[in-house]
Nanobody, 122 residues
Framework: QVQLVESGGGLVQAGGSLRLSCAASGSIFSINAMGWYRQTPGKQRELVAQLTSGGITDYADSVKGRFTISRDNDKNTVYLQMNSLKPEDTSVYYC????????????????WGQGTQVTVSS
């Protein structure tokens, strides 16, 4: 129904920057929120940043001041600009979207991307 395709992960040295992108496509009536989560082995998936359709942002305390989430509504794409990266930011980053699915009776559902690896070397 709805697909999320991520790009932009990779290997970077501490202090460097990366930008993640996530494009949503499919049976989209509207998008209520898009965001990024991350998960490392043995730990729960955690919210990194989220941006609602109303422009409200939410960041994990650990990334405030370093990461910025933004969105291109025309392209149904969300971006995560990550600056001043630290080794502890190493994780698999997952795109998340809360979408109103286009249907005879539209309904909200949540979708995930396949994940993209971000590795920060010290």
């Amino acid at each position: 129904q709805v697909q999320l395709v991520e790009s932009g992960g990779g290997l970077v040295q501490a202090g460097g920057s990366l930008r993640l992108s996530c494009a949503a496509s499919g049976s989209i009536f509207s998008i209520n929120a898009m965001g990024w989560y991350r998960q490392t082995p043995g730990k729960q998936r955690e919210l990194v940043a989220q941006l609602t359709s109303g422009g409200i942002t939410d960041y994990a305390d650990s990334v405030k001041g370093r990461f910025t989430i933004s969105r291109d509504n025309d392209k149904n794409t969300v971006y995560l600009q990550m600056n001043s990266l630290k080794p502890e930011d190493t994780s698999v980053y997952y795109c998340n979207s809360k979408v109103v699915v286009a249907n005879f009776r539209p309904y909200e559902d949540e979708f995930w991307g396949q994940g993209t690896q971000v590795t920060v070397s010290s």
